[in-house]
């Protein structure tokens, strides 16, 4: 009897450590990406405040799958996605003009078609015209509160929100997700802070994305700074790259 025992307990022990080994491999793809060769010196600097291979493991995002990355400015993130999702995969790098023109290093990271599984977009956000359920993943990083942004020196074009939204929820297949981060403004502020300090209230945000279709799946806590007073703006001065960041993984519903 006690042989029989260990024997199932050795079993049970083996399967374990497979999995586990299966996990670790799993979450090891992210860290490659980070480590992949030819990545620019800011890309390794930025690492350090992004955490991207934390972030995307929440993703799951895996070889063959095709992301968009929206308003992805100079392409970072795309970059490592394209690691990701490895030659039979694609990423779709969509900016609108605005973003094209104020993203130095760009045009350096896609020359030589570098990254050949990734299609830079320049479009409207209004009309992004993505096929219905084309898309494994979305990322939204740093950029959502600037569908609430209203600049009166006309260099921001008007986003209505809930259109942009649509959009992407159409374009995602169920079971799709999407990488949600933006820093913080204070709770209850709803997206008023948009314009003048580029922070979103993170429970306003939530509820937008809910009412579109998607569903909370997880969260991470691994960008936030509670020394941030969430009362002054984020892409210059001294809250550059020191602003409290909240990080929210959605999934598409059917």
């Known amino acids: 009897m006690t042989t029989r025992f260990s024997r199932f307990g050795a079993h049970l022990l083996g399967l374990a450590c497979l999995l586990a080994a299966g996990y670790a491999s799993a979450a090891d793809r992210y860290d490659a990406a980070l480590a992949h060769s030819g990545r620019s010196a800011d890309d390794l600097k930025r690492d350090a405040t992004d955490h991207p291979a934390e972030l995307l493991r929440l993703t799951g995002i895996k070889p063959g799958v095709q992301v968009a990355d929206v308003l992805a400015g100079d392409g970072y993130y795309s970059e490592l996605l394209s690691y990701l999702v490895g030659p039979h995969g694609k990423v779709l790098l969509i900016n609108n003009k605005q973003y094209d023109d104020w993203s130095d290093g760009l045009q350096a990271r896609l020359a030589g078609n570098r990254l050949p599984n990734v299609e830079h977009l320049t479009v409207d956000l209004a009309h992004m015209d993505l096929k219905d359920k084309s898309l494994d993943a979305v990322l939204l990083i740093k950029?959502?509160?600037?569908?609430?942004?209203?600049?009166?020196?006309?260099?921001?074009?008007?986003?209505?929100?809930?259109a942009v939204l649509g959009q992407l929820a159409r374009a995602l297949k169920p079971g799709g997700v999407l990488l949600l981060v933006d820093h913080s403004a204070k709770p209850g502020t709803g997206n008023a802070d948009a314009t003048p300090l580029h922070r979103i209230d993170e429970a306003y945000a939530v509820k937008e994305f809910e009412s579109h279709g998607f569903k909370v799946v997880a969260k991470s806590d691994a960008l936030r700074r509670a020394d941030d007073p969430r009362d002054q703006i984020t892409y210059k001065g001294p809250m550059l790259g020191k602003t409290d960041r909240f990080v929210v993984v959605f999934r598409k519903t059917p």
């Open 143 to 162: 950029v959502y509160h600037d569908f609430y942004w209203v600049d009166d020196q006309g260099r921001w074009p008007k986003i209505e929100s809930g």
